[in-house]
Nanobody, 126 residues
Framework: HVQLVESGGGSVQAGGSLRLSCAAS????????MAWFRQAPGKEREGVAR????????YYADSVKGRFTISQDNAKNTVYLQINSLSPEDTAMYYC????????????????????WGQGTQVTVS
């Protein structure tokens, strides 16, 4: 199993920035594909970014391109999500997810594709 722990969320004003972190432990070879999702109250969980931990290849949701950046530090088994130009529409619980298999562009944003999940970190923008 892989354990994922998110951190870095908080309350910020519109226009601000945050960097979320996701630290992985356990059988980390099971995390070839890592992604960030978010879920606002009353809405479905939405994939926002994905990274292939081997190649560093990334995908982003159209709604966040240019504002969100996913990155990694494999030495620390940590994936980051830099969020800039925050708006109230970005308010949500942000979750880190991992899976053994890489997800293609057509499926990377589907929650059912990921086996391991963190507990989430709240981002609130006012």
């Amino acid at each position: 199993h892989v354990q994922l722990v998110e951190s870095g969320g908080g309350s910020v004003q519109a226009g601000g920035s945050l960097r979320l972190s996701c630290a992985a432990s356990g059988y980390t070879y099971n995390r070839n594909c890592m992604a960030w999702f978010r879920q606002a109250p009353g809405k479905e969980r939405e994939g926002v970014a994905r990274i292939a931990t081997g190649s560093g290849n990334t995908y982003y949701a159209d709604s966040v391109k240019g504002r969100f950046t996913i990155s990694q530090d494999n030495a620390k088994n940590t994936v980051y999500l830099q969020i800039n130009s925050l708006s109230p529409e970005d308010t949500a619980m942000y979750y880190c997810a991992a899976d053994l298999s890489l997800k293609p562009e057509s499926r990377w944003n589907l929650p059912n594709e990921y086996r391991f999940w963190g507990q989430g970190t709240q981002v609130t923008v006012s």
